[in-house]
């Protein structure tokens, strides 16, 4: 998994419940992919048990790297 200095230095700081292989999950098996219009980057949706919710993993348009993650409260499958 590659990730962004953004991702590594700001992302997992705020974010301290976020798993890496949470993150990897999403990447290769994710409910669902989205690929945003405006800049080509691609979300990506997996159930996360122990949050209770679905995580979003953000990739830029090459789809490996990783520059943002969150637990994505309004998603609905």
């Known amino acids: 998994m590659q990730t ?10 705020k974010r301290p419940y976020i798993r890496t292989e949470w993150v990897e999950l999403a990447l290769s ?33 090459d789809g490996i790297t990783v520059p943002n993650a969150f637990a994505d409260r309004r998603f609905k499958p």
Do not use: C, S
């Open 29 to 61: 098996n994710p409910v669902r992919k989205e690929v945003q219009a405006e800049d080509g980057r691609i979300r990506q949706w997996v159930w996360i048990e122990d949050l209770q919710r679905y995580l979003r993993v953000v990739t830029l348009e």
């Open 4 to 13: 962004t200095a953004y991702f590594r230095d700001d992302v997992m700081l």
